[in-house]
């Protein structure tokens, strides 16, 4: 199903692109800029099975997203002077935010030899726990898990799974049922079935996250260039919306701490992890506020203009399915982004909307 979405929805990109419309409708939707969000960078791999390679793209598509903008005349700035921006529209050039999030190992070995070389800014947004090893990012430990079992058992909360992962349909299967339970269920539910299911199959977590994470070694080394700016992300990635108050505000609080004792800058930027409509919501905006962040960006898709929220930036995502700078082209004119709304605009005002 996922493998339909994606390739439909490509189609309606190619149609947008080739017909030339997002080029007459561009001055009305691009905004004074974008902020594009990474995960990881690495080369491809060839695994047929890949069902986080939504959060991955390759080094040199990196470079020519970078190059892209800059051709298309924009600035590539940190957050400080993108804020600075949003506050003075009409006095400045449209530009480009790059942040990666999560706190991958490739962020320094990757991508930073290459941002570095181009003279471009970029941000990573941290999550502390990622890097002191104390949480484990759920999302490839379920891919560890299906890979190495031909049949994987494991307890969600009070409902027991057994699911065949032995052929590269059902591994793909499997994945998607898997991730839907884990995001149904609380957090602390969510990660001690899947520390458990880890153990009970032999994945070894701690050596998962030596592997992929940064050290806090390759941190400092990545904040002592201006060119970085470290943010926080939390400390154990949770979804923000799904906690009590007192504990939400801990988690973005004190990854800030933590970052500013290992590296001895405070952030002044965050990132909401997942950062969707269902886990992170005005309480969540105003948190940041709160906090004193600069700025807090979202994964919701938009734009930047004046009126854009500095504690609920949107964002573009770079995702591993639209490696073409056909598809930066279309994404950094807005008008992909600006059609997607209005079509959400006429479904409300359907006859079932209407009929409430």
């Not at 990474?38 to 020519?64: I, K, M």
């Not at 962040?293 to 203009?305: E, H, I, M, S």
Request: proline share 4%.
């Amino acid at each position: 199903m996922h493998g339909l979405k994606t390739t439909g929805y490509k189609a309606g990109l190619n149609a947008l692109y080739w017909s030339g419309v997002h080029k007459l409708f561009a001055p009305h939707a691009r905004g004074a800029g974008a902020i594009l969000m990474f995960h990881r960078v690495r080369p491809a791999g060839g695994s047929r099975f890949q069902p986080n390679a939504h959060l991955e793209v390759t080094p040199g598509f990196l470079q020519r997203v970078v190059e892209r903008a800059r051709e298309h005349g924009l600035d590539i700035v940190d957050l400080d002077e993108a804020k600075r921006r949003l506050l003075e529209p009409e006095r400045e050039r449209r530009f480009v935010v790059l942040t990666f999030d999560d706190g991958y190992r490739d962020n320094f070995t990757e991508a930073y030899p290459i941002l570095r070389t181009l003279g471009a800014p970029f941000t990573v947004y941290v999550a502390t726990g990622l890097i002191d090893r104390t949480a484990v990012p759920w999302w490839e430990t379920v891919v560890a898990l299906i890979e190495r079992t031909a049949r994987l058992r494991l307890r969600i909360g009070g409902q027991d799974f057994d699911l065949p992962t032995g052929s590269l349909s059902e591994r793909r299967a499997a994945a998607r049922i898997l991730v839907r339970e884990l995001c149904r269920v609380d957090e602390d539910t969510q990660r001690t079935a899947v520390d458990l299911a880890a153990a009970a199959n032999g994945v070894d977590t701690q050596r998962m996250l030596a592997q992929d994470m940064m050290s806090w070694d390759d941190v400092r080394a990545l904040a002592s260039d201006p060119l970085v700016t470290i943010g926080a992300h939390t400390v154990g990635h949770y979804a923000l919306a799904r906690l009590r108050l007192e504990r939400a505000r801990c988690e973005m609080d004190a990854s800030r701490d933590r970052i500013e004792a290992m590296i001895g800058v405070r952030p002044r930027h965050f990132a909401y992890p997942y950062g969707s409509a269902l886990t992170a919501g005005e309480r969540e905006y105003d948190l940041a506020a709160e906090l004193g962040f600069a700025t807090a960006v979202t994964t919701r898709r938009g734009v930047l203009g004046s009126k854009s929220r500095l504690t609920a930036l949107p964002r573009i995502s770079m995702n591993g399915h639209y490696q073409s700078t056909r598809y930066v082209d279309l994404l950094l004119s807005g008008v992909p982004i600006a059609l997607e709304r209005q079509i959400r605009g006429w479904v409300g005002k359907g006859p079932s909307s209407s009929a409430r």
